[in-house]
């Protein structure tokens, strides 16, 4: 009994100190690329990718692209976490769902913060029109992969057989993914706007996860 305790314990730590480093490695991207590509005004690195780009992208590649970056839109995310959101109200599970609440709507308050801190002006080549919110970090990129990390921690702590969750997971995350990618495709966000965002997503969701599971002890 004692090995198993400390077998656990060393699990925990480790994977501890592995969140940890990856948070710092997130921060440190995220703040990295607010400072050479925003702050000094650097495109380099951003003309290289949309060169890169040009050269593959096809009308069809941006019609489907354009399906894919609908499920990043405020237009789908907010009644899918109402959605989610009312499901687990409806099987009064009210802390799940309060805490899902509190971190969609967190997680745009800081969205919307750093947006408003930083200022970059959206590509002028965009291939979508009218958009008069600014470029950095990109909003699809970063509140689609939040978004959709809730969905596969509702899988893992489902009842389904493990093959079923791992697949699942995958797929989502991969989604998430693609809408982030369909960004740059569609040149709505300059491809370092979209890494950042990846970068700033990871560190929200293990910052959260943190948080969840030191409330719930303390609950």
Same mark, same amino acid.
């Given at each position: 009994?004692?090995?198993?305790?400390?077998?656990?314990?060393?699990?925990?730590?480790?994977?501890? *100190?592995?969140? !940890?480093?990856?948070?710092? !490695?997130?921060?440190?991207?995220?703040?990295?690329? $607010?400072?050479?590509?925003?702050?000094?005004?650097?495109?380099?690195?951003?003309?290289?990718?949309?060169?890169?780009?040009?050269?593959? /992208?096809?009308?069809?590649?941006?019609?489907?692209?354009? /399906?894919?970056? #609908?499920?990043?839109?405020?237009?789908?995310?907010?009644?899918? =976490?109402?959605?989610?959101?009312?499901? #687990?109200?409806?099987?009064?599970?009210?802390?799940?769902?309060?805490?899902? $609440?509190?971190?969609?709507?967190?997680?745009?308050?800081?969205?919307?913060?750093?947006?408003?801190?930083?200022?970059?002006?959206?590509?002028?080549?965009?291939?979508?029109?009218?958009?008069?919110?600014?470029?950095?970090?990109?909003?699809?990129?970063?509140?689609?992969?939040?978004? #959709?990390?809730?969905?596969?921690?509702?899988?893992? $702590?489902?009842?389904?057989?493990? *093959? =079923?969750?791992?697949?699942?997971?995958?797929?989502?995350?991969?989604?998430?993914?693609?809408? !982030?990618?369909?960004?740059?495709?569609?040149?709505?966000? =300059?491809?370092?706007?979209?890494? $950042?965002?990846?970068?700033?997503?990871?560190?929200?969701?293990?910052?959260?996860?943190?948080?969840?599971?030191?409330?719930?002890?303390? /609950?």
């Amino acid at each position: 009994m004692e090995n198993k305790h400390k077998k656990l314990l060393k699990q925990l730590s480790l994977h501890f *100190i592995t969140s !940890a480093c990856i948070f710092i !490695a997130c921060v440190f991207v995220f703040a990295l690329i $607010a400072d050479e590509v925003v702050l000094e005004n650097e495109k380099m690195v951003d003309d290289k990718v949309f060169s890169f780009f040009d050269s593959i /992208v096809t009308p069809g590649l941006i019609d489907t692209m354009q /399906v894919f970056t #609908f499920f990043g839109s405020s237009q789908f995310l907010l009644p899918a =976490y109402i959605v989610v959101v009312s499901y #687990f109200v409806l099987r009064k599970s009210f802390r799940n769902g309060i805490t899902i $609440a509190v971190v969609g709507l967190t997680s745009q308050a800081l969205l919307f913060t750093l947006k408003q801190i930083f200022h970059r002006a959206r590509p002028d080549a965009s291939l979508v029109k009218n958009i008069t919110t600014f470029s950095f970090p990109s909003g699809h990129t970063f509140s689609s992969l939040v978004f #959709f990390s809730i969905l596969i921690y509702i899988i893992k $702590a489902s009842n389904w057989k493990g *093959i =079923y969750k791992w697949i699942l997971s995958m797929l989502l995350l991969l989604f998430a993914l693609t809408i !982030a990618l369909s960004r740059i495709i569609l040149k709505v966000h =300059y491809p370092t706007d979209v890494f $950042a965002s990846l970068c700033l997503a990871i560190a929200w969701i293990i910052s959260c996860r943190w948080l969840v599971k030191r409330v719930n002890k303390e /609950v």
